[in-house]
Each structure stands twice: as structure tokens, then as C-alpha cells.
């Protein structure tokens, strides 16, 4: 199980999340995800997702059901297609979807990016770093990630932003 801790700036409530990888075949999983506000104690997200990946096409899709803190009970849809830039698979760019249905079905949401991903490995010694700069197409936000071994930053010119530390 995969543990880690968040923090989003414009809530500024620590939530510890969960995930869990079920594998069904050799390309198919079952994923689960739970979190829990420590503000509250209450959980803040559900989620079941069957991923599916085509690693000839560098792509993976998944389909599935989550329940937000609000209680809204929503569908999932998403996609993802990396295309390497460089012949170690270090600098890529990744395009990247998804749909958010209601429990009639009805687009509640929508977000798609494009993103340049260039991962470092032993950028010091025992430190791998990746960095990503995206741009989100419906939002026309740019975005930024830098991760650090268990560390992760995220920021969206807009002011947002989140950090994150896998356990």
C-alpha cells in the first residue's frame, strides 16, 4: 500500500491518503484510493478505478467511481499518452485527459493537458529528481511539478498549489 501525506495551500487541512495497486492481469489493475481530512477525521475521497495500460503505445486509460467529501458520487474517465523525446526515456511529453460524469451520466467536469516531463536520476547522490512544466487546456492554466524522491511540489500559475511526502 502506498501512504502519503498532503497538503493543499487554500485548504491548509493535512489529509493522509491511500492507495492501493490490485493487479487483475499483466496490464489491467484494480486501484483503490481513500483519504482522511486530520481536521476532521472524516474521509475526504473514495475511489475504485480498473487502469488499463498499453506499454507499446505508452498509454494507459482508466475508468471508474469516486466520492468526493461532499458526498458527490461521480464517474471517471481518463486517459494518458507519453511520447519520448530522447532515446533513454528521460525527457517525454505526456497529453493527458479526463472526464467527470454525475450519477445521470452528465459531464460535471473536464480537464486535458499537455505536459514536458525530464527525469533526473542521481541528480545528487541517491536523488532522483523529475520535473514537469504542463499547460491545462479547459482551466488555460500552466502548471508546474517538481518531485524529489518522496517529495512532491505542484503549483498552478493561478496560486494553487500542494505539496505532497510518500511515506
Same mark, same amino acid.
Given at each position: ?18 492507495? =492501493? ?50 458526498? &458527490? ?52 547522490? &541517491? ?8 499547460? =491545462? ?10 518531485? =524529489? ?16 511526502? &510518500?511515506?
Amino acid at each position: 500500500m502506498e501512504t502519503s501525506l498532503r497538503l493543499a495551500g487554500d485548504s491548509k487541512n493535512l489529509r493522509i491518503h491511500a492507495k =492501493e495497486k490490485l493487479p487483475l492481469n499483466s496490464q489491467t489493475l484494480l486501484q483503490a484510493h481513500g483519504e482522511i481530512d486530520t481536521s476532521s477525521g472524516a474521509p475526504s475521497y473514495l475511489a475504485l478505478i480498473i487502469r488499463r495500460f498499453y506499454p507499446e503505445l505508452s498509454a494507459n486509460i482508466g475508468v471508474g467511481v469516486q466520492l468526493d467529501g461532499g458526498n &458527490d458520487f461521480v464517474y471517471n474517465v481518463r486517459g494518458k499518452k507519453a511520447f519520448l523525446i530522447t532515446q533513454t526515456g528521460r525527457v517525454g511529453i505526456n497529453i493527458k485527459g479526463r472526464c467527470i460524469g454525475d450519477k445521470e451520466f452528465k459531464l460535471a467536469k473536464k480537464s486535458g493537458a499537455v505536459e514536458l516531463a525530464w527525469s533526473i536520476f542521481n541528480f545528487q547522490n &541517491d536523488q532522483d529528481v523529475r520535473l514537469k512544466v504542463g499547460y =491545462e487546456f479547459f482551466d488555460k492554466v500552466p502548471y508546474f511539478q517538481l518531485r =524529489e524522491n518522496n517529495w512532491t511540489l505542484n503549483a498552478c500559475m493561478n496560486g494553487k498549489w500542494n505539496v505532497r511526502f &510518500d511515506l
